[in-house]
């Protein structure tokens, strides 16, 4: 930290930061832009990083990870809420007529694998976990019941209640299959919609179309479950209304019966994965207690997690790692193994167990939309983009020439990436990030 201090190029290291707008691990970039008069073949204007701090040019990582870097996960996380948020209210290309639409917020669920510890609340007060009169002792000899009241960070929530009992193999082999269990669920959905309402599949096309947008989010058991917002729209997207007889309560009626109905089969070991029996599906409101604004920032907020709340790790396992000796929780430890153990057996390769171990088996995207929800993240981007771009022009810091009579020659190269511990804090102070677990990472 001192040496960076007195470094004679502090300030343009600290405007560095800046811009990457306290990156914790930014992307270290070595080489040079060249802009040249296509007319003449002069040369109009040259960047390079040889003077730059260490001959590098800092851009930010871009991660959606908090658990790697805070500051570009808030990007990434600003980006869904807006992108959920104008499908419910419009902007960025969706009308606000939009608001009109019914629309639900509905969560799927896992199945259960196991008793696990969990914290459970009525009307304010903490219960017991799983407080059993006559509990039943399991094949291993221990009493399947739990009589404490469990705080939030009581570090048992998830555990099973018996490690040997759990269906470790079903946890992970549901993360693997999720994404095609969610694939189904829109097919039945459609499909039940239109038998609803005397229609076909085809038929229901010239009438309605369900946009969608989801996220996957983490349980503290280590499986996923989906939330989504369902919207219904006119033929031609959010542009035109549906049919007054599209309503809230035939799409609720639609979302239950799909939700149970759709299995996805893993053949080579003849086991079929379904959604659990918990279900919820409310209406999203202006007015109400859930509005466009609560719906999208609680989508936006899982769009930056993973599997950390599980105790596991936020890198891929790689193939020397020890795993009895990893910084993990032993239930994380366990369905890891699984991961390894199953995902060695060739017919299931394709499920990729091995490669997606330290997700715990899900390999999905974790926020998608239909095409026709509301704007995309590539689009928001270049918007941004395109603004400091035109910041700069208007500064002088980039040269203005005249679209179409400039040809720009560019050469990068990776040279490495990160912060040292004391640039770190450093850029903390700089920016005003706070990084609660920035000292002791490692890099």
């Not at 960025?92 to 510890?117: I, N, Y």
């Not at 031609?236 to 149970?260: E, I, R, S």
């Not at 330290?358 to 509301?374: A, E």
Request: hydrophobic content about 35%; some cysteine.
């Amino acid at each position: 930290m001192i040496s960076r201090l007195h470094d004679p190029n502090y300030n343009r290291w600290a405007c560095q930061i800046k811009r990457t707008g306290g990156c914790r691990q930014p992307i270290h970039l070595r080489g040079k832009v060249e802009h040249y008069d296509q007319a003449t073949g002069h040369l109009l204007h040259r960047y390079s990083t040889t003077t730059e701090p260490n001959g590098v040019l800092r851009v930010p990582c871009k991660t959606r990870r908090a658990s790697r870097c805070p500051a570009c996960a808030e990007v990434y996380r600003a980006d869904t809420y807006q992108l959920v948020r104008a499908g419910l209210v419009g902007g960025k290309g969706v009308p606000e007529t939009v608001t009109s639409h019914p629309c639900l917020f509905v969560t799927l669920t896992a199945p259960s694998f196991g008793v696990v510890h969990a914290r459970r609340e009525k009307n304010g007060k903490v219960l017991p976990c799983h407080a059993r009169r006559d509990a039943e002792v399991c094949p291993h000899g221990r009493t399947m019941s739990c009589t404490d009241r469990h705080n939030a960070d009581d570090p048992r929530l998830g555990e099973p209640l018996c490690p040997d009992c759990y269906d470790y193999d079903g946890s992970v082999l549901f993360n693997a299959i999720s994404p095609e269990l969610w694939r189904r669920f829109t097919l039945a959905l459609r499909r039940r919609f239109a038998r609803l309402n005397g229609l076909t599949v085809k038929a229901l096309r010239e009438h309605v179309s369900i946009a969608f947008a989801k996220v996957a989010e983490y349980q503290r058991r280590g499986v996923v479950h989906f939330h989504a917002v369902i919207r219904l729209d006119g033929p031609d997207g959010p542009d035109a209304p549906p049919p007054t007889w599209a309503t809230a309560d035939t799409l609720a009626q639609a979302v239950q019966h799909a939700a149970a109905a759709v299995t996805a089969e893993i053949k080579p070991l003849r086991r079929a994965f379904r959604w659990g029996t918990q279900l919820d599906t409310r209406q999203i409101t202006m007015t109400g207690d859930l509005t466009d604004q609560a719906v999208a920032a609680y989508i936006a907020k899982y769009a930056t997690k993973a599997a950390e709340c599980v105790g596991t790790l936020d890198r891929r396992i790689q193939p020397l790692d020890n795993l009895n000796v990893l910084p993990v929780r032993e239930h994380a430890r366990r369905l890891i193994a699984a991961c390894l153990r199953l995902g060695s057996q060739p017919a299931l390769a394709d499920l990729r167990l091995i490669h997606w171990a330290h997700m715990l088996g899900f390999r999905g995207h974790f926020s998608t939309k239909s095409r026709r929800y509301s704007t995309t993240l590539g689009a928001l981007r270049s918007a941004r983009e395109e603004h400091m771009r035109a910041e700069e022009i208007s500064t002088g810091r980039l040269p203005l020439f005249e679209e179409g009579t400039v040809l720009v020659i560019a050469h990068w190269e990776y040279a490495g990436q990160g912060l040292s511990l004391g640039e770190q804090l450093l850029a903390a102070a700089i920016t005003g990030v706070r990084l609660p677990q920035m000292v002791g990472d490692p890099q």
